[in-house]
């Protein structure tokens, strides 16, 4: 990672252009705003609700099922409707892989 | 410019940047009077352990590869076996595996001693005149082409994948260009990512071969019938940020760096030469530093966002952390701290040569925290049950 990346006054990171999802390098209040880089751009957008220093939030709208894309690559798939700005974590995506409880006899 | 490092030079040519004096029980039954062997020693070591016992085909196997990959890492100068007499074990074809390597290796049978208090006798004996010979080994300068250092991630959060694992990447390559040899191992940790270990492999054969071990750990946690998420990732790993473990995975894997992937290995398997292997493993942090130890790894680069106090009985453990509060918090147990990275003053390549740095100077002898605070965690895996 460049230093260009990791600008000062940047409150959240995204690893690839492809990303729907932002990492933030601060916590944030419900309502505080927070700035990433895309594409090249600076772009701000605000938090829904308060969320955790090295948590995710999303910067795209991501639909129920749809994938959720980090470091440009597949991280999970959202179980719910994800506005921009939403704490994006373990209520609202789950993972593909791993998932011995989806195998047949599985604990469902 | 190459740089140096100190290594003592074992009998079939290879070097050991520690001389440790190792005390391996054979099984569970031989834990206690290897424990009090070391205690009458205590510049000896230890690895007391579950296992030894009950255990059949690859179960067995894998006990008896880590216990003898223990003795034969080069960082041990001289090994104790301390077995009880009637366990799975063979601690006679044990000491001939260890003896290859031309270290002394010794061994007592508490039943043939004849209990408990004599065999702790005759075993602080003969550690302690082993100390004396593994004393006269003189510490040579070597280059740091030699060095075998394993990475691997633990307790991590959501600055690992953004900035120690990256810098820790730095640090592979850095050593790797000088012609040194990188481990990755966490077999679980790249589901979700394998593709991206299995682009660098020099062949197809190779490739596959990580597919396979993948697919191995994904049918066994089809086996269990439940999800991953919650044992990996872990309730602390959920609490700083990762949701699912294709996140982690991804996090993980730059840790290795960029250079080609050489081959993979079974878990504890001996690493063949130099560049850049993976080696089968669980994620379990003191069972994965473990097999790394028994595959020869002369010392692990440790990556951690919660913080972790681990260590190893024969290998230095150095411990890196890309979250800044965990590295005032635990300094204690932090040897390198990368969060610099984050605020945009160092760059990773910067953080990844400081890390170096600090594996040279290990590699001189310098002691981890780890070391100086006694961090001597082992576990041996299981993959089967108990008879």
């Not at chain 2, 490092?5 to 004096?21: A, D, Q, V």
């Not at chain 2, 003969?126 to 003189?138: D, M, N, T, W, Y």
């Not at chain 2, 810098?167 to 260009?177: F, S």
């Not at chain 2, 230095?316 to 952390?321: G, L």
Request: with cysteine; aromatic share 4%.
């Amino acid at each position: 990672m460049s230093k260009s990346v990791y600008e000062q006054d940047i409150t959240s990171i995204v690893m690839s252009d492809n990303d729907n999802v932002a990492t933030l390098l601060k916590g944030l209040e419900a309502g505080e705003s927070f700035l990433y880089v895309l594409n090249g751009q600076k772009e701000v957008l605000t938090a829904k609700q308060s969320i955790p220093f090295g948590h995710k939030i999303s910067i795209k709208s991501i639909q129920r099922s749809e994938m959720v894309v980090k470091y440009g690559e597949v991280i999970g798939a959202a179980t719910a409707d994800i506005e921009p700005g939403e704490h994006v974590h373990v209520h609202n995506i789950e993972g593909i892989r791993g998932r011995g409880d989806k195998a047949e006899g599985g604990q469902k | 410019m190459m740089n140096m490092i100190k290594g003592y030079r074992r009998p079939n040519g290879k070097i050991g940047i520690r001389n440790h004096l190792l005390i391996i029980p054979t099984v569970i039954c031989a834990n206690h009077v290897a424990n009090r062997i070391q205690q009458a020693v205590p510049a000896s070591v230890a690895i007391p352990h579950q296992h030894g016992c009950s255990q059949i085909g690859d179960d067995k196997d894998r006990t008896h590869n880590l216990l003898a990959g223990m003795g034969k890492n080069p960082n041990v100068g001289a090994v104790l076996l301390v077995s009880l007499g009637c366990e799975v074990i063979d601690a006679k074809i044990l000491k001939k595996e260890i003896e290859e390597t031309g270290k002394p290796v010794e061994w007592i049978d508490i039943q043939d001693v004849g209990g408990s208090i004599k065999a702790i006798q005759k075993g602080s004996e003969i550690v302690h005149s082993l100390f004396r010979e593994i004393e006269k080994i003189p510490l040579e300068d070597v280059p740091l082409s030699e060095l075998i250092l394993g990475v691997k991630c633990g307790g991590s959060d959501a600055t690992s994948g953004l900035c120690s694992n990256p810098a820790l990447g730095k640090t592979a390559d850095q050593l790797l260009k000088q012609g040194g040899t990188i481990v990755m191992g966490e077999t679980t940790e790249i589901i979700g990512a394998e593709h991206l270990v299995a682009q660098k492999a020099v062949s197809e054969e190779v490739a596959n071969k990580l597919y396979a071990y993948v697919e191995n750990f994904e049918k066994e946690v089809e086996r269990i019938g439940a999800d991953m998420r919650g044992g990996n990732p872990s309730p602390g790993n959920i609490e700083g940020g990762l949701s699912t473990i294709e996140e982690k995975s991804l996090g993980c894997i730059s840790k290795a760096g960029t250079a080609p992937l050489k081959d993979v290995l079974a878990f504890a398997e001996e690493i063949p030469g130099s560049g850049y292997y993976f080696m089968d493993s669980p994620g379990n942090d003191i069972e994965c530093v473990s097999g790394m130890a028994a595959a020869g790894v002369h010392m692990v680069c440790f990556t951690t966002g919660r913080g972790t106090p681990t260590g190893n009985p024969i290998i230095p453990v150095i411990k890196i952390t890309g979250n800044e509060i965990t590295a005032a918090k635990m300094a204690d147990n932090i040897d390198v701290d990368t969060s610099l990275v984050m605020k945009g003053k160092e760059t990773t390549e910067e953080a990844g040569n400081r890390i170096l740095e600090t594996v040279i100077k290990t590699a001189q002898g310098e002691l981890t925290k780890a070391e100086i605070l006694g961090h001597q965690e082992f576990s041996i895996s299981r993959i089967s049950i108990s008879l």
